[in-house]
């Protein structure tokens, strides 16, 4: 198992750029492929991006393509959501969720951490 916990939300202006970061304890944290989510109370949870276990392959939603980058330090045990020219909405509470190898589906998420985009 691991355990995830997410820091940097916070309020923003539009235009601006966050930092979000997940740290991962347990398990080992190169066994996992890594994923950031994103939900907003009028809304299900929906998909933002993807990062292998190597960091050598990442993946984008549509709607954050060129503006949010995803990356992670294995040694560190952490995976990071870089975004920027944010916009008003972006705003959500964005999780991390981690799946092993050979899962299809994210086992482990964190508890959340609101970013909130004022226009």
């Known amino acids: 198992q691991v355990q995830l916990v997410e820091s940097g939300g916070g309020l923003v202006q539009a235009g601006g750029s966050l930092r979000l970061s997940c740290a991962a304890s347990?398990?080992?944290?190169?066994?996992?492929?890594m994923a950031w989510f994103r939900q907003t109370p009028i809304s299900e949870r929906e998909f933002v991006g993807f990062i292998s276990s190597s960091g050598d392959s990442t993946y984008y939603r549509d709607p954050v393509k060129g503006r949010f980058t995803i990356s992670r330090d294995n040694a560190k045990n952490t995976v990071t959501l870089q975004m920027n020219t944010l916009k008003p909405e972006d705003t959500a509470v964005y999780y991390c969720?981690?799946?092993?190898?050979?899962?299809?589906?994210?086992?482990?998420w964190g508890q959340g951490t609101q970013v909130t985009v004022s226009s």
């Open positions: 347990g398990d080992t944290f190169s066994n996992y492929a």
């Open positions: 969720a981690a799946r092993l190898l050979n899962k299809r589906q994210y086992e482990y």
